[in-house]
């Protein structure tokens, strides 16, 4: 099998691991509980933070301990983590529901044809302190965005941000700036 031979039996049984943990946070219907475990299998997560029902991939990679959340930080329903590479939120951090943090880009196999164009990369996600990110909205690999700036529901976020940016679209832009935190 071809994913067998690119990939090798240790990834194939770090996957198992990391589908039976995927399962257990599932498993885990309240929010407390939710976090405690997600504490204890690694993750670093903050006082006074919400985590609603997620969703983890390439939890293989860097495993729970590549996730960083701080204090009093809200996570929607259906948030999507992707930890190939490590993501860190800052403290007051709220996403809505459906939000997506892609730290990786991988086409297919090696001998795929659009490897040469767009090859594999993977790169940590930073979101600092009192950051919003609407609904629907996504953050590809490598972004930082600055502390207190506000994304916009179904944006696609592939660049950086300043502090206190606003910004929206597809791919998303800045349209204007938040006013700063007292």
């Known amino acids: 099998?071809?994913?067998?031979?690119?990939?090798?039996?240790?990834?194939?049984?770090?996957?198992?691991?990391?589908?039976f943990t995927n399962w257990l946070v599932r498993m885990a219907l309240l929010p407390p509980l939710r976090k405690s475990l997600i504490s204890w299998l690694g993750a670093r997560i903050g006082k006074e933070t919400v985590i609603l029902?997620?969703?983890?991939?390439?939890?293989?990679?860097?495993?729970?301990?590549?996730?960083?959340?701080?204090?009093?930080?809200?996570?929607?329903?259906?948030?999507m983590f992707d930890l190939a590479e490590k993501i860190n939120l800052g403290k007051q951090v709220t996403f809505g529901p459906r939000v997506t943090i892609l730290t990786h880009i991988n086409v297919g196999y090696k001998d795929h044809p659009l490897q040469k164009s767009f090859p594999a990369r993977s790169e940590p996600v930073t979101i600092g302190d009192g950051c919003f990110v609407g609904a629907g909205s996504l953050i590809l690999c490598g972004v930082k965005i600055g502390a207190g700036s506000f994304i916009a529901a179904g944006s696609v976020v592939t660049k950086g941000a300043p502090p206190n940016s606003v910004l929206a679209g597809v791919p998303a832009k800045q349209i204007d700036t938040a006013d700063p935190p007292p």
């Open 1 to 19: 099998m071809k994913a067998l031979r690119e990939v090798g039996l240790l990834r194939i049984w770090r996957f198992i691991f990391a589908s």
């Open 53 to 79: 029902p997620v969703e983890f991939i390439n939890l293989d990679r860097t495993g729970l301990k590549g996730l960083s959340i701080g204090d009093e930080c809200y996570i929607g329903a259906g948030v």
